[in-house]
Nanobody
Framework: QVQLVESGGGLVQPGGSLRLSCVAS????????MSWYRQAPGKERELVAC????????NYADSVKGRFTISRDNAKNTVYLQMNSLKPEDTAVYYC????????????WGQGTQVTVSS
């Protein structure tokens, strides 16, 4: 059974930092591209950042470029999202997603972790 478990969310002041982690189990982690999405109240879920299965290619939403960094440790089956210079508009539930590098229909989601940026 595949599981993705996010952690690291919380309440932070504007300008602060958080690091989210997503630990995967039940799959061959190195076969999967990993992504972070977020969903704010009343809004659609949006892609924040993604990283290829080998870690060599990353992409970011324009709204987080230069502030967020996605990385992965295939030995630990973990993907990270380092979030710096946080803004109130970054407040959302953050989800990680795994998508097989060849079989794109094989996708899995985590349960999400809340990030709240407020003074």
């Amino acid at each position: 059974q595949v599981q993705l478990v996010e952690s690291g969310g919380g309440l932070v002041q504007p300008g602060g930092s958080l690091r989210l982690s997503c630990v995967a189990s039940g799959l061959i982690f190195s076969y999967y591209g990993m992504s972070w999405y977020r969903q704010a109240p009343g809004k659609e879920r949006e892609l924040v950042a993604c990283i290829a299965s080998t870690g060599g290619i990353t992409n970011y939403a324009d709204s987080v470029k230069g502030r967020f960094t996605i990385s992965r440790d295939n030995a630990k089956n973990t993907v990270y999202l380092q979030m710096n210079s946080l803004k109130p508009e970054d407040t959302a539930v953050y989800y990680c997603k795994a998508r097989h590098r060849m079989l794109s229909a094989r996708q899995y989601w985590g349960q999400g972790t809340q990030v709240t940026v407020s003074s």
